[in-house]
């Protein structure tokens, strides 16, 4: 601990003694010329266990069958699989299922929301609301001009 020194000699607890660890430790406070153990820490000084945490992630150790095994070319045993995996549900089920909650709101795509009330976009042309007044007579005089010249 007394190396924490060399990192940073600033350190000041904040009273909820989850640092205690290490401001109570004698080679914190005194240094590393008062360290019962140049190399080794207070805790394995004192005779406390220094053990990795116990895995809970990852692949398990090998044994020596498997190693075995693995020398010999044999597959491993497989695991099981406990219970099958949900599928997710796809988008219509679940705006289906979340319009008919308590408190939902009916759905409306952001393009109907950006479109004004009786205006189009001038890609479609597709209603007769598209023509404006002018637009009608221009457009009937240019196919009554078209229907003279083939007659």
Known sequence: MYGLRGINNIYVPN???RDSIITRSQDFNKGKVYSPSVNKSSMAAAGL????P????GPRPLSPARLDGMMKGKPGKRHEVKAPTKRSSS?????EKWSQAPGAYLFISPVKMQQRQGVEPLEGWASAASWS???AKGALAS????AMLKA
């Open 15 to 17: 009273g909820t003694g």
């Open 49 to 52: 266990p220094c053990q990795p």
């Open 54 to 57: 116990p895995r809970s992630h």
């Open 91 to 95: 988008v219509s089920a679940l705006v």
């Open 133 to 135: 007044p002018a637009m």
């Open 143 to 146: 196919v009554q001009k078209a």
